[in-house]
């Protein structure tokens, strides 16, 4: 939107100082593609969708058979509020201003999960790679995109990562006992077109 008006002060600018008819036909020349550049900005938009529908129906039922409950976007500053335990990577995804996290937990035990689905813009990627190739995630090629894993053992048991890149957006997951890659997948897949 600011780019907006940016654009149409700059075309409104450069009408005033002469009212000939050229001005005219140049302001209706730059009116198309004033009206041309938000078709671009708008396409991109991406609509980040709701806890409830995050998952496909399949997963949605695996988990509601292990006993896990959908807790919505419970989203918290620090390690493990978003969609990763590392605090290097939780600091970037708590900076992307769009974006929802969802959790699901195992009521009494130590296990639950939460997927983020954020907007990426190239400055983030590019600190995240760096951040994900440091803390040691292995990297591979997924249909939609590119996907880094992670288990890490821990004295109260094991916790995955899973975060998987695409074009624009981030689908990071941190699952304690349990699979990571699984809910980052089905969230892509689920969330893309």
């Known amino acids: 939107m600011a780019l907006i008006i940016a654009v149409s002060a ?27 550049e938000p078709s671009p900005s708008a ?4 609509t980040l969708p709701e806890c409830e529908s995050l998952y496909s129906p399949a997963l949605v039922a695996t988990l509601e058979s292990e006993n896990r409950e959908n807790q919505g976007d419970i989203s918290a500053d620090g390690p493990g509020g978003v969609g990763t335990a590392d605090p290097g990577i939780e600091a970037i995804l708590s900076a992307v201003p769009e974006r929802v996290s969802c ?7 130590e296990s639950g999960s939460t997927t983020t689905v954020a907007v ?12 994900l ?27 995955t990562e899973a ?5 624009q957006l981030w689908f990071a997951s941190v699952y304690a ?12 897949a689920t969330v893309l077109p």
């Open 103 to 109: 959790t699901w937990i195992l009521p009494a035990s």
């Open 10 to 36: 700059l075309v409104l600018s450069g009408c005033a100082p002469e009212p000939t008819a050229e001005p005219s036909t140049t302001a209706s020349a730059a009116s198309p593609s004033a009206s041309s």
């Open 133 to 159: 190739a440091t803390a040691g995630f292995a990297s591979s090629t997924a249909p939609s995109g590119d996907l880094y894993t992670l288990s890490v053992e821990q004295e109260f048991g094991t916790y």
């Open 177 to 188: 006992g349990g699979d990571a890659t699984t809910l980052t997948l089905d969230a892509a």
């Open 120 to 131: 990426l813009d190239d400055a983030s990627r590019t600190a995240l790679v760096a951040s």
């Open 163 to 167: 975060h998987l890149l695409t074009e």
């Open 43 to 46: 396409e991109p938009a991406i």
